[in-house]
């Protein structure tokens, strides 16, 4: 075992928490992150765990990280942020959650704007 090799139990909670996000299961999200899981934990395309729940119309989910502080414009290796994905997703309350969290709606390619703009809901990203 190489020092570079990662710890199997890591992976596995990490793989956790990502499902967590997607499937909306708040508490125990809440719970890992509390326990020093990263706020900000990324998968290997760069999604954070707000991405993910963002982008799967977690409202609970994206709460609990915005509360502890997760990065709101944080960018996946596709350039995508987190409110242009619930943009995408047509997710009206995380959008409002998330630009009242501070989510800049220029940020990544494509904007929120942009995203927005695409599926003639300009009134998402104007508030």
Do not use: W
């Amino acid at each position: 075992m190489t020092s570079d090799a990662l710890d199997p139990r890591l992976v596995e909670i990490a793989h956790a928490c990502f499902d967590f996000a997607r499937q909306g299961d708040a508490d125990r999200l809440a719970a890992y992150v509390d326990q020093g899981v990263p706020v900000d934990l990324t998968d290997a395309a760069g999604n954070t765990l707000l991405m993910l729940a963002a982008y799967h119309g977690q409202t609970a989910a994206v709460t609990v990280l915005l509360e502890r502080g997760a990065d709101v414009n944080r960018l996946n290796d596709r350039g995508q942020s987190p409110l242009a994905g619930a943009v995408f997703k047509g997710e009206d309350t995380i959008v409002f959650l998330l630009m009242d969290a501070g989510a800049d709606v220029e940020a990544g390619s494509p904007s929120a704007k942009e995203t927005a703009e695409m599926f003639g809901r300009g009134d998402l990203t104007t508030r």
